[in-house]
T-cell receptor, first 117, second 113 residues
Framework: SAVISQKPSRDICQRGTSLTIQCQVD?????MFWYRQQPGQSLTLIAT?????????ESGFVIDKFPISRPNLTFSTLTVSNMSPEDSSIYLC??????????????FGPGTRLTVL | RKEVEQDPGPFNVPEGATVAFNCTYS??????FFWYRQDCRKEPKLLMS???SGNEDGRFTAQLNRASQYISLLIRDSKLSDSATYLC??????????????FGAGTILRVKS
């Protein structure tokens, strides 16, 4: 499986500011995803990061709040804009493990733990 | 109704016990199925894929019943290190942009000595 790193690993931010999270993969991957895991909850997909085109957002998530970049096949960023305490969460990127097989498992980065004061 | 439902637990079991987790999914378009394990303050890690014929990996056995839309995970001879949250995950292929994973809320397992 791919090795995935995220930066920063954690941050404490003031409300109203923005934070950009980076996700780097050690090999080229077709699909990259961004998830949020709020305290005590399971993972919720924010968006699929598409290389060379706009990200595809899930219901309840919008580009103005969570702009995403995907400049190449190994890197993506997620920005959490105009933060409020409700944005305190773990943000995880993942990549599709598909190698032509049927089973499209995903592998996750270590996550970014965000606290908004 | 949630698309993937699991008993949240916690399941508190002694070392050496056998424990089973169940999961149901509502979308018949689901294509593939997984169990992930998540340790406290860590990212989810793939435990095993779930095949229609059932599959086994050491002490872990997964079963899928497509007719009932039901997935199970059996852990035999539980170890202390098995303590974690187990996430039932289903994959749907979306015509627009590829596949999407939908996560259950997770079942907490605590193995005690």
């Amino acid at each position: 499986s791919a090795v995935i790193s995220q930066k920063p690993s954690r941050d404490i931010c003031q409300r109203g500011t923005s934070l950009t999270i980076q996700c780097q993969v050690d090999s080229q991957v077709t699909m990259m995803f961004w998830y949020r895991q709020q305290p005590g909850q399971s993972l919720t997909l924010i968006a699929t990061a598409n290389q060379g085109s706009e990200a595809t957002y899930e219901s309840g998530f919008v580009i103005d709040k969570f702009p995403i970049s995907r400049p190449n096949l190994t890197f993506s960023t997620l920005t959490v804009s105009n933060m409020s305490p409700e944005d305190s969460s773990i943000y995880l990127c993942s990549v599709d493990g598909m190698t032509g097989a049927t089973y499209n498992e995903q592998f996750f980065g270590p996550g970014t733990r965000l606290t908004v004061l | 109704r949630k698309e993937v439902e699991q008993d949240p637990g916690p399941f508190n079991v002694p070392e050496g016990a056998t424990v089973a987790f169940n999961c149901t999914y509502s979308n018949s378009a689901s294509q593939s199925f997984f169990w992930y394990r998540q340790d406290c303050r860590k990212e989810p890690k793939l435990l095993m894929s779930v095949y229609s014929s059932g599959n086994e990996d050491g002490r872990f056995t997964a079963q899928l019943n497509r007719a009932s839309q039901y997935i199970s995970l059996l852990i035999r001879d539980s170890k202390l290190s098995d303590s974690a949250t187990y996430l039932c995950v289903v994959n749907r292929l979306l015509m627009e942009y590829g596949n999407k994973l939908v996560f259950g809320a997770g079942t907490i397992l605590r193995v005690k000595s």
